[in-house]
């Protein structure tokens, strides 16, 4: 999960370079109030995205330490009785 979190991750910022690459190039042509409108958004799309897979990834390693929480009560319980 960490290593798809790092790819993900990596594969955002390559993107975010490559397009502010090509923002940077179309704004010596005249249209830099409308690239750097696009490079904004396209920077707030990632860090959303950034965010919304951090919430999630933090969201499956609660259930998970609830599920071993759980199955140790249960275990200890059962080694009790």
Do not use: D, P, T
């Amino acid at each position: 999960m960490k290593k798809f979190q790092v790819e993900l991750c990596s594969l955002l910022v390559y993107n975010v370079s490559s397009s502010s690459s090509s923002s940077s190039i179309s704004s010596s042509g005249g249209g830099s109030s409308s690239s750097s409108g696009n490079s904004i958004v396209v920077v707030v799309v990632v860090v959303v995205a950034a965010a919304a897979v951090v919430a999630v990834v933090l969201v499956v390693a609660v259930v998970v330490i609830v599920v071993i929480l759980v199955l140790v009560v249960v275990e200890v319980v059962v080694v009790v009785v």
